[in-house]
């Protein structure tokens, strides 16, 4: 167990007590802080709560969990101080010493102490008398912060409240900690997202190209009565595919990825409605499902962010495709109004019961998607894909549908 530093009746610090496994490099301990990313951080609950038990337990006004960079003490939570001095230089903190020891520091009379007796918060007019602060020592052993109290009158902490001040600073670390990992947990989610978003754009392009060509060859054989049409139907039914696929790692990677924001900017919403006409075309050709496509209103570049638009109309057509029968049709309108976007989807497909249209629009998870009417597979997040973007565009979704008598999603979205 090691021993307690105590400045109580000393005027001198005890020099021959320092733990061998503390470490003092300033360097490395400053590349220790800034690692958890904490400093200049939005109060958190979890350290306000250990705060106050160390003020109740030390039975002191002040409690506080600072963090020592370079030049400054900066205060990640507080009890008994304003506000405005959570930030202070660091030659004026007392904190500065606790930091420079492995164990804990314990000044009964700021006043008489000669490394404190100068401080502006000790020699002003009922200025602060006692200090006990435990060092905040990471895995690597730097001591990054402190967990202290203060008093504004002498005092003398017991050996209990000292041990359970000793458990309240493990907490502190336990929470800065879990900080990091959270970080570096989101900058990897992050990281993995735009991956997805790389992957997906490098495949649709060569994708479009294939999907282009094809269009134009069966538009030649269909002329000529080819054979070799059978041929394009295998790599149309391929490309759609391939395209399905790469929807499932985007929708997979945007449910996945918590805190996704809007990145809105100028969109052509003219040439989104081409490239998503591009893409779904073939499916809808495999099935001879007559395809409508109409708009209004978008000659104007519209403010939105186009990348997850595109993959709502994306995924509620390719829906539409999936569950409706051989020869039917899919409907999709895009109408901009005065201050919204109306985004129509209407097939004439399979349909479905008003518990399960109830339950799409309760975002429930007892719905179990189907296959689609020629066995097309379904991974079952495409609806929730769906509710996510019209979440996160504060939009609002309404279906209309009929078990045999096809389905109508209308979304508004605002703009």
Not at 17 to 32: G, P, Q, S, V
Not at 84 to 90: H, Q, S
Not at 368 to 383: D, H, N, P, V
């Amino acid at each position: 167990m090691r021993e307690r530093f105590d400045f109580c009746c000393t005027d001198q610090p005890i020099q021959d007590m320092i733990d061998l496994d503390f470490k003092t490099d300033e360097t490395r301990r400053l590349e220790d802080l800034q690692s958890y990313q904490i400093l200049d951080s939005l109060p958190e609950k979890a350290f306000d709560n250990l705060t106050k038990l160390a003020s109740e337990i030390a039975d002191t006004p002040i409690a506080m969990i600072n963090l020592i960079d370079e030049k400054r003490q900066w205060t990640k939570s507080m009890v008994g101080i304003p506000e405005e001095l959570r930030e202070a230089p660091r030659e004026v903190s007392v904190c500065q010493f606790t930091i420079k020891e492995p164990d804990v520091t314990e000044i009964c009379n700021l006043k008489e102490d000669y490394r404190t007796s100068h401080l502006p918060s000790v020699n002003s007019e009922g200025g602060l008398r006692y200090y006990f602060g435990v060092p905040l020592i990471t895995k690597n052993r730097y001591a990054i912060g402190t967990l202290c109290v203060l008093d504004y009158q002498e005092t003398k902490l017991s050996d209990k409240q000292i041990e359970q001040l000793k458990i309240i600073a493990n907490e502190v670390m336990t929470h800065l900690e879990l900080h990091k990992q959270n970080q570096e947990l989101q900058k990897l989610n992050e990281y993995k997202l735009q991956l997805m978003k790389m992957l997906s754009h490098d495949m649709r392009s060569p994708l479009n190209g294939i999907i282009g060509l094809s269009s134009m060859l069966r538009e030649q054989l269909e002329d000529e009565e080819s054979p070799h049409i059978d041929v394009i139907d295998i790599i149309e039914q391929s490309s759609s595919q391939l395209n399905q696929m790469i929807d499932e790692v985007m929708n997979y990677s945007i449910i996945e990825s918590e805190g996704l924001k809007l990145t809105p900017y100028n969109v052509n919403l003219e040439e989104v409605v081409d490239n998503i006409l591009q893409l779904y075309r073939p499916a809808s050709r495999i099935k001879d499902i007559d395809l409508e496509i109409y708009t209004e209103g978008l000659e104007e570049p519209i403010w939105i962010d186009g990348e997850k638009y595109e993959q709502l109309i994306g995924n509620l057509l390719s829906n539409a495709i999936k569950y409706t029968k051989k020869g039917g049709w899919v409907k999709l309108s895009l109408i901009r109004k005065s201050n919204s976007l109306e985004l129509k989807v209407i097939d004439s497909g399979i349909g479905m019961s008003s518990e399960e249209t109830k339950s799409l629009l309760e975002n429930e998870n007892r719905f179990q998607a189907s296959k689609g009417t020629s066995g097309e597979k379904s991974s079952g997040i495409g609806f929730a894909i769906i509710r996510h973007i019209i979440d996160l565009l504060d939009g609002d979704i309404n279906i209309e549908s009929a078990e045999g008598e096809g389905t109508t999603f209308r979304i508004e979205i605002p703009v």
